[in-house]
Structure formats: C-alpha cells, structure tokens
T-cell receptor, first 113, second 115 residues
Framework: AAGVIQSPRHLIKEKRETATLKCYPI?????VYWYQQGPGQDPQFLIS???????DKGSIPDRFSAQQFSDYHSELNMSSLELGDSALYFC????????????FGAGTRLSVL | AQSVAQPEDQVNVAEGNPLTVKCTYS??????LFWYVQYPNRGLQFLLK??????LVKGSYGFEAEFNKSQTSFHLKKPSALVSDSALYFC?????????????FGAGTRLAVHP
C-alpha cells in the first residue's frame, strides 16, 4: 500500500542557510501535518493543512513556513537555520477529522552544522 | 492545558511475559486516543486508537489498550511479549475541537523485551 513519502531522507545544512522539506501524502488524503522530533524528544506539532488551507498551527518558528499544493503535497520551508533546528521532521497525512488515523512518513533528518 | 503523560521512561519485560505501557491524559471533553510505535530510524507506526464504544481496543501485532475514563488512562498491553516488540512507544491524544487536529504526544516509553 502507498505510504507517506518524505524527501530528502537526510539533509545537512550550515547555520543561516535555508532548507526545503517535501511531503507526498497517501493518495486521497487531503490533510497533512508536520511534526518536529528533537533528539530524545517526543514529536511536536508544527502546522497542518486541509484542502490547501492552513488548518492548525503549533510551535512553528516564524523562520519556518509551509504550504500545501494543488496535488496535496506539502513543503516545509526553513530559513536562517539554527543549530537547534537539528531534528527529525515528520510529515503525516490523514483523511479529515480528528478521529482519523494519521499515517507518518519515515521523516527527514536535518542536521545543522 | 492538554497533555499526555507516560510515567515510565523504560519498561523491561522477559519474552513471553505480559507487558503494560502506561499512559494518562489530561484533556477537556472526550478525547481521541492513539498508540504509535517507533523503531530506530523509522517513522511512527499506528498501533491502535480509541474513539468511542468498547473500552478495550484491539490493534496491530497483538497489542490492545484499555480506556479508563475515571482514571483518565489508556494503558497499552500485550499478553505475551516478543523480542521484536522492543521499540519506542508513544501515546497520543487528539483533543477534539471541531477541526482537523494535531496529535499531542507523551514523552515516549522505551520497551525492552529480553530473551
């Protein structure tokens, strides 16, 4: 069965650089979520989209932005990267409504040097 | 504030023995509760969920969880542990607010099953 696809799997950046993470949801899933998991931490919600509109916002820094495109894939754009941005970034997709299961991608591991 | 607590950083159990991973939650209204498992360098895999109905929920790989409203708990259980169950387990709550909601995760519990 098709799963959530994230790219790239690994990314190494320098401080103050920019990064773009991509997420391709499961077909027919119109809701996308982004989470950040720091080393030894639980995943923290960043932002979500439903039908290409932002549906909820969590602890996402102002340096980050995201959008969902017409084909439902989503991109997380990160600027002025800091050492503390080093983390595993997960994308999840679901059918709408809170009771539906969120299916997670394998994540993008971002290392900021 | 809405939160999830997993009081144990690590649970150790011998293969073949029953296991329990504890989770309590604090959220207003009726929550949607989930368990996910994370293997090293992998994404989160869905195990089971409680939405409404029977308090005992059965999920993947022989896992089950019991919803207890009075104790605000949603403990994960398995009658007979396997070494391959060793992983990081996250309890999560989706607090219903009429919209398309985030998951709030507990800190995670590392399960170690010994041969």
């Amino acid at each position: 069965a098709a799963g959530v696809i994230q790219s790239p799997r690994h990314l190494i950046k320098e401080k103050r650089e920019t990064a773009t993470l991509k997420c391709y949801p499961i077909p027919r899933h119109d809701t996308v979520y982004w989470y950040q998991q720091g080393p030894g931490q639980d995943p923290q919600f960043l932002i979500s989209f439903y039908e290409k509109m932002q549906s909820d916002k969590g602890s996402i820094p102002d340096r980050f932005s995201a959008q969902q495109f017409s084909d439902y894939h989503s991109e997380l754009n990160m600027s002025s990267l800091e050492l503390g941005d080093s983390a595993l970034y997960f994308c999840a997709s679901s059918l709408p409504l809170a009771k539906n299961i969120q299916y997670f991608g394998a994540g993008t591991r971002l290392s900021v040097l | 504030a809405q939160s999830v607590a997993q009081p144990e950083d690590q649970v150790n159990v011998a293969e073949g023995n029953p296991l329990t991973v504890k989770c309590t939650y604090s959220v207003s209204g009726n929550p949607y509760l989930f368990w996910y498992v994370q293997y090293p360098n992998r994404g989160l895999q869905f195990l089971l969920k409680y939405i409404t109905g029977d308090n005992l929920v059965k999920g993947s790989y022989g896992f089950e969880a019991e919803f207890n409203k009075s104790q605000t708990s949603f403990h994960l259980k398995k009658p007979s542990a396997l070494v391959s169950d060793s992983a990081l387990y996250f309890c999560a709550v989706s607090p219903f607010s009429g919209g398309y909601n985030k998951l709030i995760f507990g800190a995670g519990t590392r399960l170690a099953v010994h041969p």
